[in-house]
């Protein structure tokens, strides 16, 4: 079966800090995996995803993810925060390339301090 | 173009009442799905179309939970004697093949369900 931790429901950084989020996951067979973005009253947007090619990702909006599998992680990252990027971010897993289903993390809310 | 579009965005209804949600997809995306996303539980699949194949019935909490796709476009989740832990936020997505998880899911905003 698979799952997804999501490490810390609130994350708060600073403008012009790095934003770190951790995503960890479980998985029998290799993943694909995904990273979603939700602003305040909208829906998922993807913002970047991994499915078995380069293991450092580049998604949209300066965001980039790195699968590593030996760590069984695949945490977020962008070098620097912006106000916009105040959001919620869920992670997600998928069992390969066999199945359409994803499974969701609980979500990591990230504040940015002006 | 228009994205995925979900009605009525907001729903209060009473307990043991029966509610109807709609999603209209992206125009030419054969695949279709339907989650919950409440407090409780985070976000769950619940159903998925593809086509004209049978539907992914497999996330549907309890048989108070329906859908139907008419035409392979407009989808309808109905919950039949609403129940209060029914209350979440229901969003619809649609992708333009389906069948992977590779072929991009396109949310739309979600309809918050509030049973009373």
């Known amino acids: 079966a698979q799952s997804v931790t999501q490490l810390g429901s609130h994350v708060s950084v600073s403008e012009g800090a790095l934003v770190l989020l951790r995503c960890n996951y479980s998985?029998?067979?290799?993943?694909?995996l995904f990273w979603y973005v939700q602003y305040p009253n909208q829906g998922l947007q993807l913002l970047l995803k991994?499915?078995?090619?380069?293991?450092l990702v580049k998604g949209i909006n300066g965001f980039e993810a790195e699968f590593k599998k030996s760590e069984t992680s695949f945490h977020l990252t962008k070098p620097s925060a912006h106000m916009s990027d105040a959001a919620e971010y869920f992670c997600a897993v998928s069992p390969g390339d066999s199945s359409y289903k994803l499974i969701f993390g609980s979500g990591t809310r990230l504040l940015v301090r002006p | 173009g228009a994205g995925v579009s979900q009605s009525p965005s907001n729903k209060v209804t009473e307990k043991g009442k029966d509610v109807e949600l709609r999603c209209d997809p992206i125009?030419?995306?054969?695949?279709l799905y339907w989650y919950r996303q409440s407090l409780g539980q985070g976000l769950e699949f619940l159903i998925y179309f593809q086509g004209n194949s049978a539907p992914d019935k497999s996330g549907l909490p309890s048989d108070r939970f329906s859908a139907e796709r008419t035409g392979g476009s407009v989808s309808t989740l109905t919950i039949q004697r609403t129940q209060q832990e029914d209350s979440a936020v229901y969003l619809c997505?649609?992708?333009?093949?389906?069948?992977?998880?590779?072929?991009?899911?396109?949310f739309g905003p979600g309809t918050r369900l509030t049973v009373l």
């Open positions: 997505a649609s992708s333009l093949r389906g069948g992977t998880s590779t072929d991009t899911q396109y």
């Open positions: 998985s029998s067979v290799p993943p694909y």
């Open positions: 991994y499915t078995s090619a380069a293991t």
């Open positions: 125009s030419g995306h054969t695949a």
